[in-house]
């Protein structure tokens, strides 16, 4: 059974840093690429990062290019985005999935297996 357990969020002020980790298991983890999704309230979940199991290649959607950065660690089976210059429109609840592919999808829609979110408040 695919799991994912989100974790690190928190309340941060703006500038600050957070790094989240996303514990997976169930699944053959060097195989799927893995995805960061955030939803803020009263809105649909938008894509954040995305890491590739074909060769490690990191996706990132143009808001947070240059203050995001998404690794995979194999041997603990685990994803991490590191979020540095939050901003107040940074803030949501952040979930990962995997689309149970090797590559990276653009749509939501294509990833399964959500874990259960950890919220992230950017707020002075």
């Known amino acids: 059974q695919v799991q994912f357990v989100e974790s690190g969020g928190g309340v941060v002020q703006p500038g600050e840093s957070l790094r989240l980790s996303c514990a997976a298991s169930g699944f053959s983890f060097d195989y799927y690429a893995i995805g960061w999704f955030r939803q803020a309230p009263g809105k649909g979940p938008d894509g954040v990062a995305c890491i590739s199991s074909s060769d490690g290649s990191p996706h990132y959607a143009d808001s947070v290019k240059g203050r995001f950065t998404i690794s995979r660690d194999r041997p603990t089976n685990t994803v991490y985005l590191q979020m540095n210059s939050l901003k107040p429109e940074d803030t949501a609840v952040y979930y990962c999935?995997?689309?149970?592919?090797?590559?990276?999808?653009?749509?939501?829609?294509?990833?399964?297996?959500w874990g259960q979110g950890t919220q992230v408040t950017v707020s002075s």
């Open positions: 999935a995997t689309p149970e592919t090797a590559t990276c999808p653009e749509s939501p829609l294509a990833y399964n297996d």
